[in-house]
């Protein structure tokens, strides 16, 4: 008879799923002569009965108890991440199939159980795993000569997971330990990885700290750890050294991104440098990167909010600069731009880039769009209004009882009957007028539009 394996105790998710019971440990199994099953000494129930009759029919039986690293990661994927009352006992038959004598874990079923444990926030359970990775190498690494090629993206993984719990000191130690175990250095993603997560967390004096370290290392930053660390300055009000970063950044020639430039235009906004902000918009636009929809939505939004006449005619600027470049701008930051441009009464430019953006396939929200008619309509262009109107149904952009009512309105007050009578009754085809009553208060009211009622927008 085998000798029997034993295991330690199940290891219990930190977090598990309030729908799965609690693990149970599993029984002794009958005496075989094939692949001893995990066993603890509680009584039999059941569910173990269950548990054993899975595991013999869906990963022992298939292959004829030759356990592979192949097979063994089906079953884990395949059969137990499925089960709705195994899936927990992952890494407890991980352990398991460890101790057999003709078994060893390679990089797959490392992966898989690192993601495994990380994604169910089982903390402890990954440190431990992480630890036998150290001590158990992995096939493929020639006995220790060379090390599994794999193993970074296996750790690059876990201190992800780590710094997302804002485990940090469980993070650094994970990067030290595969510190040791890869070739050479590691790469400037995982350096990343903990930069980002010592910003998340305000541990402003290691983010620094570690970027120094990368420069020991001989690790050459990327324009994502330049922009971590501008979004640390910026956050920390520290503008002076975020653009000394920016000059850094171009002297060791990286250059930056259209989140590089997001980023301090948006802080330099936010500290109400409005000069400053535009002059890096310009310097962004010269350098040949590419507007995003959030750089112009952030330069409209901050100047406007300035609520001056002439921020906004920046900010019209900076729109008309992106279409000379061939960057159609956001629906967003377009009505943006129209809402600035009617509260300081611009409405002919408002006008404008309406037109521009319908012209361009840009169809504005219909309250925005509703606005801008009635602002027309009130100085006396409700033609011009009914002409956009006209635009933006051939763009996709169809008119609702409110838009009828604004324009009916206003050709009222223009004493334009024959156009208003053929509008209310396009009104009547297109079902917005309810009843007969209606109909012919619309009527009335253009022998007497004193009596009209203006509505609110």
Not at 268 to 280: A, P, Q, S, W, Y
Not at 358 to 384: A, M, Q, W, Y
Request: proline letters at 7%; aromatic letters at 8%; charged letters at 25%.
């Amino acid at each position: 008879m085998a000798l029997r394996k034993k295991l330690p105790p199940i290891l219990r998710p930190n977090k598990p799923p309030s729908a799965l019971p609690p693990p149970i440990p599993l029984p002794n199994p009958p005496a075989t002569t094939v692949a001893p099953l995990p066993t603890v000494t509680l009584t039999p129930t059941p569910h173990h009965t269950h548990l054993l009759h899975f595991l013999k029919t869906h990963l022992l039986a298939p292959h004829k108890n030759q356990i592979t690293p192949s097979s063994l990661l089906h079953f884990l994927k395949s059969k137990l991440h499925h089960h709705p009352q195994f899936t927990h006992y992952d890494f407890h038959i991980f352990n398991w199939a460890s101790t057999l004598d003709s078994f060893r874990h390679d990089h797959s079923t490392f992966l898989f159980m690192v993601r495994s444990l990380a994604s169910s926030y089982r903390f402890s359970d990954l440190n431990s795993l992480l630890a036998f990775i150290y001590s158990n190498p992995c096939p493929c690494s020639n006995d220790g000569i060379f090390s599994c090629p794999e193993l970074e993206s296996i750790f690059h993984f876990a201190v992800n997971a780590y710094c997302k719990a804002r485990r940090l000191d469980d993070g650094v130690m994970a990067f030290e330990t595969m510190r040791k175990l890869i070739d050479g250095r590691p790469s400037v993603s995982v350096y990343n990885v903990l930069i980002n997560g010592f910003v998340k967390c305000e541990e402003h004096d290691k983010v620094m700290a570690f970027y120094d370290r990368m420069a020991k290392d001989r690790v050459k930053p990327d324009v994502v750890t330049f922009n971590i660390l501008i979004s640390n300055y910026c956050k920390s009000k520290k503008f002076d050294l975020a653009l000394g970063l920016f000059k850094e950044m171009r002297e060791k020639g990286c250059s930056p991104n259209v989140v590089s430039f997001n980023t301090l235009i948006s802080g330099l906004f936010r500290e109400r440098k409005f000069v400053d902000g535009i002059k890096m918009a310009y310097e962004m636009i010269e350098l040949g990167c590419e507007f995003s929809n959030a750089t112009c939505e952030i330069l409209v939004d901050g100047l406007l909010r300035e609520g001056r006449d002439l921020e906004a005619c920046r900010a019209l600027e900076v729109v008309d600069q992106l279409w000379k470049k061939g960057n159609l701008p956001s629906v967003i930051a377009c009505t943006t731009l129209i809402e600035g441009l009617r509260r300081f009464r611009k409405r002919e430019e408002a006008l404008g880039l309406m037109e521009r953006m319908l012209g361009e396939g840009i169809v504005p929200d219909s309250v925005t769009f509703n606005c801008l008619l009635k602002d027309l309509c009130d100085v006396g262009r409700t033609v011009d209004a009914n002409r956009l109107r006209l635009l933006a149904s051939r763009k996709g952009l169809d008119p609702d009882g409110i838009t009828y009512h604004i324009l009916v309105s206003g050709y009222m007050r223009e004493n334009r009957r024959k156009e208003g009578e053929t509008l209310v009754n396009e009104m009547l085809d297109e079902g917005f007028i309810p009843d007969l009553a209606t109909y012919n208060r619309y009527m009335d009211g253009f022998s007497n539009a004193r009596n009209s009622v203006r509505p609110k927008c």
